[in-house]
């Protein structure tokens, strides 16, 4: 069974850093994009970040530099280095996966982990 499980969140003060990581476990499948996005209480899920298989990179409008995703496609894991944080980041941040599971291709989602900011 497939499971995608971060670690990382916490509680840090505005202006500091947390890294965020996120590792597929499992067997029998290929990823292909992945993805953080976050939810606060109250609004939509958004996207923060997202990398494709190649190493391509998006991010939210909000981020504006402060944020680096990057992945390890040997060891299946994706990572979200946040620098220069704010109170409005204060999410719980979700790793995404597009897998593929032959024949098809399936999103899974980790079970999430809770960003504070605050001093």
């Known amino acids: 069974q497939v499971q995608l499980v971060e670690s990382g969140g916490g509680l840090v003060q505005p202006g500091g850093s947390l890294r965020l990581s996120c590792a597929a476990s499992?067997?029998?499948?290929?990823?292909?994009?992945m993805a953080w996005y976050r939810q606060a209480p109250g609004k939509q899920r958004e996207l923060v970040a997202h990398?494709?298989?190649?190493?391509?990179?998006t991010y939210g409008n909000f981020v504006k530099g402060r944020f680096t995703i990057s992945r390890d496609n040997a060891k299946n894991t994706v990572s979200l280095q946040m620098n220069s944080l704010k109170s409005e980041d204060t999410a719980v941040y979700y790793c995404n996966a597009n897998l593929y599971i032959d024949p098809d291709y399936s999103q899974y989602w980790g079970q999430g982990t809770q960003v504070t900011v605050s001093s």
């Open positions: 499992g067997s029998g499948f290929t990823i292909d994009a």
């Open positions: 990398i494709t298989r190649r190493g391509g990179t």
